[in-house]
């Protein structure tokens, strides 16, 4: 079975801070991985997304993030952060099965950039 | 706009109802997936459907079905409506049923439920 941490629920930052958010998976397998946001009263839209290569991934928004397989990591940075970027945001893990596909979401972090 | 769309937007019922929602996906892709949204159980998937077929099941109470039609829509079906239904549900598509670049999920928009 895939799982997905979120270690931070709730995360206050000022504009222009610098920001980290982990996410943590478990599966014994290949996965495919992602960071989505849902902006308030909206969908879910993705911002970015692993599936092979070079680990560190670029995605919307000025918004990166780095797979560490040994870790089983893939957390979403951002160097500067902006008012807009206030949001909850979600690691979903994908894991590869071959014929069926389904996302498994970590609980989210919800931001909340000040002024 | 992802190209998924949902209806309705916003469902209001009694416990002990039951409901439809409809999902269409993007144009082309076969694979469609249901997950539910809620404040306690936060982002759960529930059902995905390929090409017409049942290919995953994710926790989906006996009270839910679905179903993708010849066309590849899909609905939702929730019956005996409980308090605890309550709820966002979205809906997602892609081109195929398997993991892998190909296979990126597209969300709509979602039905927000309310079971009074």
């Known amino acids: 079975a895939q799982s997905v941490s979120q270690h931070n629920h709730h995360v206050i930052l000022s504009e222009a801070a610098s920001l980290e958010l982990g996410c943590n998976y478990s599966?014994?397998?290949?996965?495919?991985l992602f960071w989505y946001v849902q902006y308030p009263g909206q969908h879910l839209q993705l911002l970015l997304k692993?599936?092979?290569?070079?680990?560190l991934v670029k995605g919307i928004k000025g918004f990166e993030a780095e797979f560490i397989k040994s870790k089983f990591s893939f957390n979403l940075r951002k160097p500067s952060v902006q008012w807009s970027d206030t949001a909850e945001y979600f690691c979903a893990v994908n894991g590869v099965t071959g014929t069926a596909s389904k996302l498994t979401f970590g609980t989210g972090t919800r931001l909340q950039v000040t002024l | 706009d992802s190209g998924v769309t949902q209806t309705p937007k916003h469902l209001i019922t009694a416990t002990g109802q039951r409901v439809t929602l409809r999902c269409s996906p993007r144009s082309g892709d076969l694979s469609v997936y249901w997950y539910q949204q809620s404040l306690d159980q936060g982002l759960q998937f529930l059902i995905q459907?390929?090409?017409?077929?049942?290919?995953a099941k994710g926790n989906i109470l006996e009270r839910f079905s679905a179903q993708q039609f010849p066309d590849l829509h899909s609905e939702l079906n929730l019956s005996s409506l409980e308090l605890g239904d309550s709820a966002l549900y979205f809906c997602a598509s892609s081109p195929r049923g398997a993991g892998g670049p190909l296979n990126e999920q597209f969300f709509g928009p979602g039905t927000r439920l309310t079971v009074l």
């Open positions: 692993y599936f092979s290569g070079d680990p």
């Open positions: 599966y014994g397998g290949t996965v495919n």
């Open positions: 459907y390929y090409n017409g077929e049942e290919r």
